[in-house]
């Protein structure tokens, strides 16, 4: 079949756009530190270095502008002579002296004599101004590469989802594994049938969300992820599926969102990692192949057979016929 558009890519990217917003874009700038973490990098690296570039051009020109206005630019700097700045001729003397105040470099050279009190007025008002901008622009930046967003990545679901029985039950079943050693902490998998659908008073619904049971009475949904896992959700009267039957499954349109949440164990951070599945990626009649090996006092996962299935033999018939 040709490709339709999905709710969530497989790398869990949700298609959805936000537009026509009106008035209520200012509700972004109401939380600019969020909007700025939300930003992509480039965006990010550009308002870092306009900041700064911006912030040192502006006080630099406000030292300047004092050494100007006193006329210390026309005199010399000796001992009879008290200027504001010492050593200060030009703007790229006083934007050195900036930065050298700024970054609490202090070669000695340049310094604010006591003569100046619009000169300690400023070097006040600099100290203040660049810790808020530190602590803001410096804040953001760490908060942006310290989420938990990459961790997802290590995080794999299988590339289609399978029909088969288990335990003498019709079940709806995919794979989930983590390629990393450091574990995930209360790792929790959620899934959500998007289906469109027509209600008794004519009301279309067209991305309605319906709840799959994964095993949230049993516990089941409470995942101990340090090998690849199989998610079973069993199909009964309760279930969407219920009245789905492989000639059926040909003619559905539907797609299953899989939300997989945990605790990262290095940071201490949520992490969320996303996929989903259309009825072109469900295979009735498939079961995984085992990835599972017993080695020398250690049990081997082959991750080479993660998303490989076999044919099983299965009713094609619903649980409702």
């Known amino acids: 079949r040709r490709e ?12 959805v756009q936000h537009g026509n917003l009106g008035g209520e874009s200012s509700r ?3 939380d600019f530190f969020t909007t700025l973490v939300d930003l992509k990098w480039r965006w990010n690296l550009l308002i870092f270095l306009l900041t700064y570039t911006v912030a040192w051009l502006v006080m630099a020109s406000m030292w300047w502008g004092i050494a100007y206005l006193r006329g210390d630019l026309h005199q010399a700097h000796g001992d009879a002579y008290s200027p504001c700045v010492a050593n200060v001729y030009n703007f790229p003397s006083a934007f050195l002296f900036f930065v050298e105040t700024e970054a609490t470099i202090g070669y000695g050279h340049r310094y604010i004599t006591e003569r100046c009190p619009e000169g300690i007025v400023l070097f006040l008002f600099q100290s203040l101004l660049g810790s808020v901008v530190d602590a803001f622009l410096i804040g953001c930046m760490f908060i942006k ?17 399978v029909i088969s029985q288990r335990d003498a039950k019709l079940c709806l079943m995919f794979r989930v594994g983590n390629l990393r050693n450091s574990h995930m902490v209360s790792a929790q998998i ?3 049938l998007i289906k469109s659908r027509q ?8 991305l309605d969300q319906c709840e799959l049971d994964v095993g949230f009475g049993t516990g089941a949904d409470q995942l101990f992820l340090v090998s690849p896992l199989t998610i ?12 789905l039957s492989q000639r059926s499954l040909r003619s559905e349109q539907f797609e299953i969102v899989v939300i997989l949440e945990g605790i990262v164990e290095t940071t201490g951070m949520t992490c969320q990692a996303r996929t989903s599945y259309t009825e072109d990626e469900v295979l009735w ?19 080479s057979q993660f998303h490989a299935t076999f044919e099983v033999p299965t009713p094609p018939y619903s649980v409702k016929e």
């Open 4 to 15: 339709r558009q999905r709710f969530v890519d497989k790398n869990g990217r949700c298609n």
């Open 199 to 206: 209600t008794p008073e004519g009301e279309f619904l067209p």
């Open 190 to 192: 959620r899934c959500k």
């Open 28 to 30: 972004y700038l109401s």
């Open 285 to 303: 009649g498939h079961r995984f192949l085992p990835v599972m090996s017993l080695e020398d006092g250690f049990f081997r996962v082959d991750y």
């Open 232 to 243: 079973c959700h069993e199909i009964n009267s309760e279930s969407p599926f219920f009245s």
């Open 145 to 161: 590469m310290s989420q938990p967003k990459k961790r997802a990545e290590t995080l794999m679901f299988s590339r289609a989802a």
